[in-house]
């Protein structure tokens, strides 16, 4: 399943921002995967924390491959020594099956995120072990599919600001200027400024002053 979005929020993004437009003539349509299924997804984000992506994709597989479907009563069934036994650190089972407990037994309501405001669901998803703001934004953005997720935290993203705004940095002040010029549609704006972060532009590059290298001694 592809990222939704249409002809509506690239007419509303162009007229907003002739730079962003530019890019967005350039790029065309773009098509991202979601991530469908909030319980999975939330397990799929603990277990890719700090290793690769690929090393992720491996011990999902893996894990998948055990549980059969990712579900709070698989997942359950299979319990913290055969998480490990598929690659997930202790730490990273021990959030699991905590997260997961909590919602088998209700006291974590995944229905009743679909409802709520961003802010909100950023919130209740951040108050679970091994979940933090970055985490709960993209969960908004590709599994709730939520159309103003512009995160100040994605590296990705503030190099395709730097990138496209021609700016050294990227500040708060900055940062919230842009995301109010470009709401309700962030998340389509997000989907480009990654594109540009990741060198789709050929040519285009990153103003960020360059680190100066230390003195051999």
């Known amino acids: 399943m592809l990222y939704p979005y249409g002809e509506k929020e690239i007419s509303y993004l162009k007229s907003k921002d002739k730079k962003l437009g530019a890019v967005i003539d350039q790029l065309g349509h773009l098509e991202w995967e979601v991530m469908p299924g909030l319980y999975s ?3 799929h984000h603990i277990v890719g924390q700090q290793i690769s992506g690929k090393a992720q994709a491996a011990i999902w597989g893996r894990l998948s491959a055990a ?3 990712v ?10 020594e055969n998480l490990q036994a598929q690659g997930v650190s202790s ?6 099956l905590e997260f997961t407990q909590k919602v088998l037994s209700g006291e974590f309501d995944l229905e009743a995120l679909t409802e709520l405001p961003d802010e909100e669901v950023i919130a209740r998803l951040s108050s679970l072990k091994g979940i933090g703001r970055w985490t709960a934004e993209m969960l908004l953005l590709f599994t709730l599919l939520r159309p103003n997720v512009l995160s100040f935290d994605d590296l ?3 190099r395709g600001l730097r990138m496209v705004y021609r700016h050294r940095r990227i500040d708060k002040k900055q940062f919230a200027r842009i ?5 309700p549609y962030g998340s389509v704006a997000s989907l480009y400024f990654w594109e540009v972060a990741g060198g789709a532009i050929p040519g285009l590059t ?7 290298k230390e003195a051999k001694k």
Not at 91 to 96: P, W
Request: charge should be positive; aromatic fraction near 2%; proline fraction near 8%.
């Open 71 to 80: 579900t709070p009563e698989n997942v359950a069934a299979l319990g913290q």
């Open 206 to 212: 990153d103003p960020a002053p360059k680190k100066k």
């Open 179 to 183: 995301q109010r010029r470009l709401s």
């Open 67 to 69: 549980a059969g479907t």
């Open 156 to 158: 990705g993203i503030q």
């Open 41 to 43: 997804a939330v397990v």
């Open 91 to 96: 730490r990273k089972a021990t959030y699991i």
